[in-house]
């Protein structure tokens, strides 16, 4: 059994992950904000997983026990809030848009992890005002917890363009559609088509970080066309594939 490193706690601090690499399980007294200022990172815990490109940061709640996984040379900004300050309100990870502004400030704070002067307080009071109005953003893969969902998830989650029915997928994990789209919504808490789409653009973000070629994210992210690819990404993110290849490149630490 892996030992969970307990960190009481959060730091924070700017760092650079490798492409490919990653923190593995640990949790923290504080609650953290995460944010990737280059490449994508994935958030994962017992109930799944959160991604997020450059304009997105994910807030992880103190005492959740959780891992990072780089995709892309990723620049990672850390922040530690203390338990007793909770702009969100929500005791699960949560991702967030992140404005010009708020990335600033996230910017800022990291600089100098140590500097405690009235002015670094103030701008922490900002960045907790920022957090408190960001939109919330539904990029979350959940991890399924029955037996039939699991091996259905599994095959997905390794071949994310298998694009068979659930009717296909149900008589491969033994079970019938019906009983899997009512174990989407009760254990899942969505469709499987939304669970599915969750996968797919996750996974488009991570080979997008890697300077995949849009045409190619596409056709291994199960997408009939690029164009339907593009439609589907920029009703998701308000922008196109092509942005977030460019966005997952820049912003320097």
Same mark, same amino acid.
């Given at each position: 059994m892996t030992q969970v490193r307990h960190e009481p706690v959060a730091p924070t601090s700017a760092r650079r992950l490798a492409a490919g690499t990653g923190i593995d399980?640990?949790?923290?007294?504080?609650?953290?904000?995460?944010?990737?200022?280059?490449?994508?990172?994935?958030?994962?815990?017992?109930?799944g997983s959160w991604t997020a490109p450059a304009t997105r940061a994910i807030w992880i709640p103190g005492g959740t026990v959780h891992?990072?996984?780089?995709?892309? *040379? %990723?620049?990672?900004?850390?922040?530690?809030? @203390? /338990? !007793?300050?909770? #702009?969100?309100?929500?005791?699960?990870?949560?991702?967030?848009?992140?404005?010009?502004?708020?990335? *600033? %400030?996230?910017?800022?704070?990291?600089?100098? @992890? /140590? !500097?405690?002067? #009235?002015?670094?307080?103030?701008?922490?009071?900002v960045l907790c005002d920022q957090l408190r109005i960001a939109p919330r953003q539904p990029l979350h893969v959940p991890a399924p917890t029955t037996p039939q969902l699991k091996a259905l998830c599994e095959i997905l989650h390794a071949d994310p363009a298998d694009n068979r029915t659930l009717g296909a997928l149900g008589r491969q994990v033994g079970a019938s559609d019906r009983t899997l789209s009512r174990l989407f919504r009760t254990d899942l808490?969505?469709?499987?088509?939304?669970?599915?789409?969750?996968?797919?653009?996750?996974?488009?973000?991570?080979?997008?970080?890697?300077?995949?070629?849009?045409?190619?994210?596409?056709?291994?992210?199960?997408?009939?066309?690029?164009?339907?690819?593009?439609?589907?990404?920029?009703?998701?993110?308000?922008?196109?594939?092509?942005?977030?290849?460019?966005?997952?490149?820049?912003?320097?630490?």
């Open positions: 399980a640990h949790r923290h007294d504080d609650h953290q904000l995460v944010y990737a200022g280059r490449g994508v990172l994935v958030v994962t815990t017992g109930a891992s990072h996984q780089a995709h892309g *040379e %990723l620049e990672l900004h850390l922040i530690g809030l @203390p /338990a !007793d300050t909770h #702009p969100l309100g929500t005791d699960k990870p949560t991702v967030l848009l992140v404005s010009p502004l708020l990335r *600033e %400030l996230i910017f800022a704070c990291t600089r100098d @992890p /140590a !500097d405690d002067s #009235p002015e670094h307080r103030r701008l922490r009071a808490g969505m469709t499987f088509p939304q669970w599915r789409t969750q996968l797919r653009l996750s996974h488009a973000l991570v080979l997008l970080a890697q300077d995949t070629p849009v045409t190619v994210v596409a056709h291994r992210c199960g997408w009939s066309s690029a164009s339907a690819f593009i439609d589907v990404f920029r009703r998701a993110f308000g922008h196109t594939p092509g942005r977030a290849a460019d966005a997952a490149r820049s912003a320097p630490l």
